[in-house]
């Protein structure tokens, strides 16, 4: 079945510093999603990419969607301690009208020392 | 407007036992999901449904069902407990084609 795979799984950052958090999947996706869960919260939806190639960009966060749509990266710049917790990215796993229906990847948990 | 909401919080159970949870969704949203939120799976798709109807189910034991009413509000309900289904519960609303948006969640131990 299709997996939705993320690297690294934890990443500790020091403040300033940037990082990227990778996303793969084993099947093409019609769009990539990423939610960032803070320690004891739940996830909260960062943005969605549909488009083959697209880049979308959140102030510090800028969002990549791979050429093949199987592929999905999330660049964080001048990491803050608001950044903390931990990013997921998820793709549909059923049809178009089955939007509920996510595979979610595991996650990078992001811990930033000050 | 209001977020999605869960009840209860937190619920302590034991093996062999039932438990329903509650979810009411954002006011407009017809869908609503499930998710099983664990350190060693992750987040794992529990069931979705829309106009009460359940549109999709994952990989879990038929211990595990769900239900929505006609006012979107959604349960779901696990029998005969076990020790592995100590997990937090997610319910997650959303418009047609939109993004999930999450409940605090309702955090199951059972001893």
């Known amino acids: 079945g299709q997996q939705v795979m993320q690297i690294p799984q934890y990443q500790h950052v020091q403040e300033g510093e940037d990082f990227t958090t990778y996303c793969n999947s084993s099947t093409t996706l019609s769009n990539i999603q990423w939610y960032k869960q803070r320690p004891g919260g739940h996830p909260v939806f960062l943005i969605q990419l549909v488009k083959s190639g697209e880049v979308k960009k959140q102030k510090r966060l800028t969002f990549q969607f791979g050429e093949a749509k199987k592929n999905s990266s999330l660049h964080i710049t001048a990491t803050q301690t608001t950044d903390v917790g931990t990013y997921f990215c998820?793709?549909?796993?059923?049809?178009?009208?089955?939007?509920?229906?996510?595979?979610f990847g595991a996650g990078t948990q992001v811990v930033v020392t000050p | 407007k209001a977020g999605v909401t869960q009840t209860p919080r937190y619920l302590i159970k034991t093996r062999g036992q039932q438990v329903t949870l509650s979810c009411s969704p954002i006011s407009g949203h017809r869908s609503v999901s499930w998710y099983q939120q664990t350190p060693g799976q992750g987040l794992q798709f529990l069931f979705e449904y829309f106009s009460e109807t359940q549109r999709n189910k994952g990989n879990f034991p038929g211990r595990f069902s769900g239900r929505q009413f006609s006012n979107s509000r959604s349960e779901m309900n696990v029998s005969t407990l076990e020790l592995g289904d100590s997990a937090l519960y997610l319910c997650?609303?959303?418009?047609?084609?939109?993004?999930?948006?999450f409940g605090n969640g309702t955090r199951l131990t059972v001893t």
């Open positions: 997650a609303s959303s418009l047609a084609g939109g993004p999930l948006h």
């Open positions: 998820a793709g549909p796993l059923g049809t178009t009208d089955s939007w509920g229906k996510l595979q």
